[in-house]
């Protein structure tokens, strides 16, 4: 079992930056395939970024490229999204979540094991 708790959220302007994290216990992260996903108001809970457990493979939605990175340190249990140039349509709560294949990153929700409860991004125009 494997309990995610993210922090880092919050309101910031367009443009502005904001780092989430997301730390897990229970198991070590360095077993699984993490993802950052985001829901806003009325729409789906979508991937925005993963990577596999090694950080070899990593994948980004086209609405983030080159604005989100995301990253991992095993050593320290943490999942990280850097969120920059921030645009108000990235406001969401967001979320991360385990998937136990270590080797592909899955994009559907349903397919992620452990769930984070979600902290709430707001990109203020």
């Known amino acids: 079992q494997v309990q995610l708790v993210e922090s880092g959220g919050g309101l910031v302007q367009a443009g502005g930056s904001l780092r989430l994290s997301c730390v897990a216990s229970?198991?070590?992260?360095?077993?699984?395939?993490m993802g950052w996903f985001r829901q806003a108001p009325g729409k789906e809970r979508d991937l925005v970024a993963g990577?596999?457990?090694?950080?070899?493979?990593?994948y980004y939605a086209d609405s983030v490229k080159g604005r989100f990175t995301i990253s991992r340190d095993n050593t320290k249990n943490t999942v990280y999204l850097q969120m920059n140039s921030l645009e108000s349509e990235d406001t969401a709560v967001y979320y991360c979540?385990?998937?136990?294949?270590?080797?592909?990153?899955?994009?559907?929700?349903?397919?992620?094991?452990?769930w984070g409860q979600g902290t709430q991004v707001t990109v203020s125009s």
């Open positions: 979540a385990a998937n136990v294949g270590k080797w592909v990153i899955p994009r559907t929700a349903m397919e992620y094991d452990y």
């Open positions: 229970g198991r070590t992260l360095s077993s699984y395939t």
């Open positions: 990577l596999t457990w090694n950080a070899g493979v990593t």
